[in-house]
């Protein structure tokens, strides 16, 4: 069974950074794009960036741009997510799951932007 274990999540202040993990287990995690999404209460939960198998970041929502990267180690089976000068509206609850074949979702990993 695929598990998803994302982690990192904090309370920072606006204009701060922060890196979020994910740790997947049950699958071959070098065979899988990986995605990272937010989800906002009330909202959908959205894309912001991926990375894929090549280790490439495809695609970085055009509200994040220049502002995230996303990366993996295959070793450790975990996908990272660096985002910098967060904003106030990046608050929410953060996913990461195969982009193109969603798996079971995990809890997600919570962050608030607030002074």
């Known amino acids: 069974q695929v598990q998803l274990a994302e982690s990192g999540g904090a309370l920072v202040q606006p204009g701060g950074s922060l890196k979020l993990s994910c740790v997947v287990s049950?699958?071959?995690?070098?065979?899988?794009?990986m995605g990272w999404y937010r989800q906002i209460p009330g909202m959908e939960r959205e894309l912001i960036a991926t990375i894929s198998i090549g280790l490439n970041a495809p695609y970085d929502a055009d509200h994040v741009k220049g502002r995230v990267t996303a990366t993996r180690d295959n070793a450790k089976n975990t996908a990272y997510l660096q985002m910098y000068r967060l904003e106030h509206e990046e608050s929410g609850v953060y996913y990461c799951n195969n982009f193109q074949q969603h798996y079971p979702w995990g809890q997600g990993t919570q962050v608030t932007v607030s002074s």
């Open positions: 049950g699958v071959d995690f070098s065979l899988n794009p």
